[in-house]
């Protein structure tokens, strides 16, 4: 079964960087494609962005485009979400999940705030 572990959350000031990070367990990672959701207090779970396994385009959520950058590194089973220009908006718990097993990671979470 697959396992999905997100890291590297926390408190960051409005106009802050953090860098999100996805092991993803088992030889499957690299043929998959991988997406970053979040949900926010009060709010539904929202698709972020998501990657492709290998060709293929990125595709970001309006509200995160020109901030945020996803990327992967098969070989370490990982994916990544660095985040800049960090508002109180984007304020949410980060879930990494992969679409063609339906397998969510426990999420991280970010909070933005003075």
């Known amino acids: 079964q697959v396992q999905i572990a997100e890291s590297g959350g926390g408190l960051v000031q409005p106009g802050g960087s953090l860098r999100l990070s996805c092991l993803v367990s088992?030889?499957?990672?690299?043929?998959?494609?991988m997406s970053w959701y979040r949900q926010g207090p009060g709010k539904e779970r929202e698709l972020v962005a998501t990657i492709p396994s290998s060709r293929g385009a990125t595709v970001y959520a309006d509200s995160v485009k020109g901030r945020f950058t996803i990327s992967r590194d098969s070989a370490k089973n990982s994916a990544y979400l660095q985040m800049n220009s960090l508002t109180p908006e984007d304020t949410a718990v980060y879930y990494c999940?992969?679409?063609?097993?339906?397998?969510w990671g426990k999420g991280t979470q970010v909070t933005v705030s003075s």
């Open positions: 999940y992969l679409p063609a097993l339906n397998s």
């Open positions: 088992g030889s499957i990672f690299g043929i998959y494609s």
